[in-house]
């Protein structure tokens, strides 16, 4: 199976699980919310957990869980990063976003229900044993808190009020958090979940992270807003510094390559079990949304 | 050592955990806003937790961590509760809310990060094995999600459109969810750390819980707004039903003190070991703030 087909099968197995899980609860419209966001998306974390344990001889249906849990956790930040008071996205995935098709208490919950079910999913037995779901549960925390994607936002949001637009190496600090700690997450889990060293695939993960949001940058310049489904040079109006304005468009996306290649140096004690993490890596800087 | 006295000890030590847990961050108002979050209250919850804990012959340290965790899940609560598109309260515990000394930003992501905080804080490996962490786990985040007080949450603010007023029943589903799920998990969390049986402290906490929100009502209509550091009669302005407004304020309070008995005849397997948490039953329909 090619990587693009791989990863299509792997987002409708997870997109499958967290409405199973979600299948069963209170007729309200926090629950409805919780569903909306959690539809679609390309579900590049949840592929990199379940892709992580198939290099390590797992199934994909026991790192399942794992794979929803980080695509909870990303849906949530995202639907608290469209509000007003933060990005004030009106569009996501080309759809409505949360407070806009309900209202901004329904974004705040719905958002962290979202959360809660993260870690809700890593307790699922099925992921093995105790210590395996603990040490999810603590990587994700901290990928994900104020020592990460919180962090990271926090960050971006009082760029927008800064009087001195951010140094490259500020950005490159703000988006490890803001994007590249849950990726990291995602590609190191595989390796936690087989009990083995998840270094290569953190380090992997590192590069690959960058990579994608300085692709992401490219886009915001480039970009087709009828595939990105969202709005084009959001960044650029709102004055931010993005790798593209600190480096220049060809420079960026030679940087973007730089990085990939490197990622891919990374896979090499993983021989040929790491194809579809090279072609995602390749996905991430061809990719047009 | 009396009850009130207990209290004060475990309120300073849990707040102690969490400043040191807090200690090294970055410096940015995101964490400030965290540490705002966290300090004050009774912390009814973590103290819940280190009692259930010292009555199982565990030492108040080892359950520390988990009894941080449920305040800063609460202390999560707090803040999004407070926010202007939820119940948009300017004062919390007698400070200017979070929102209103920072901005509505901080007041998103403060709160999430506090969610995070507290499943990073159940992680700690003082706490037990990976089993009884990740039993914690579970029980937190499906006492705190879009099942337990997130649901609760959503119910109370529908409540306030609703063309008309919440029946008893309603209204004590909606409280359990709101405010008893997590009484609940922090009264079988010490059982729970102990591998023993955690029924009887969650039936107690049950009861107990309930009892709880029906005094706050009592509170809202007679409280002293000096002592309790809130606004008065804001649930009746609202025209919102609470417990008073269904059963009168003599039968709520009847209503709570025949709680508190069925909540203490449920901790009859403990014995003498159960005074602290009678005597904190008894304190929940007594206090003024």
């Known amino acids: 199976m090619t990587f693009p087909e791989t990863l299509t099968q792997d987002a409708a197995r997870i997109e499958a699980h967290l409405m199973a899980t979600l299948a069963h609860r209170a007729d309200q419209p926090v629950i409805h919310a919780m569903r909306y966001a959690l539809r679609g998306g390309k579900r590049l974390r949840g592929f990199l957990v379940l892709e992580g344990a198939r290099m390590h001889g797992l199934a994909t249906t026991q790192a399942l869980p794992a794979a929803a849990a980080v695509e909870s956790l990303h849906a949530y930040s995202l639907v608290h990063d469209d509000m007003p008071c933060m990005d004030d996205d009106d569009l996501r995935r080309g759809q409505p976003t949360i407070h806009v098709t309900w209202d901004e208490a329904t974004a705040v919950l719905a958002g962290d229900a979202l959360q809660t079910l993260a870690f809700e999913l890593l307790a699922d037995p099925a992921l093995g044993s ?101 709005r084009l040079h959001k960044d650029a109006d709102a004055g931010k510094a993005t790798f593209v304005s600190l480096l220049g468009l060809d420079a960026a996306k030679t940087r973007a390559r730089s990085l990939i290649s490197e990622a891919e140096s990374h896979l090499s004690p993983y021989g040929d079990r790491a194809a579809n993490l090279i072609a995602c890596a390749r996905f991430v800087i061809s990719r047009d949304t």
Chains 1, 2 share one sequence.
């Open 130 to 230: 105790g210590d395996t779901r603990i040490a999810l549960v603590a990587g994700l925390a901290k990928a994900s808190g104020a020592e990460g994607m919180v962090l990271g936002q926090a960050l971006d949001i009082a760029a927008e009020t800064a009087t001195a637009p951010l140094t490259l190496q500020q950005i490159t600090e703000l988006q490890a958090g803001k994007t590249g700690a849950l990726i990291r997450w995602s590609a190191e889990a595989g390796a936690i979940l087989a009990g083995a060293d998840p270094q290569p695939l953190a380090r992997y993960a590192t590069a690959l992270g960058l990579a994608f949001q300085i692709w992401d940058d490219v886009l915001d310049v480039e970009g087709d807003p009828e595939k990105t489904g969202k």
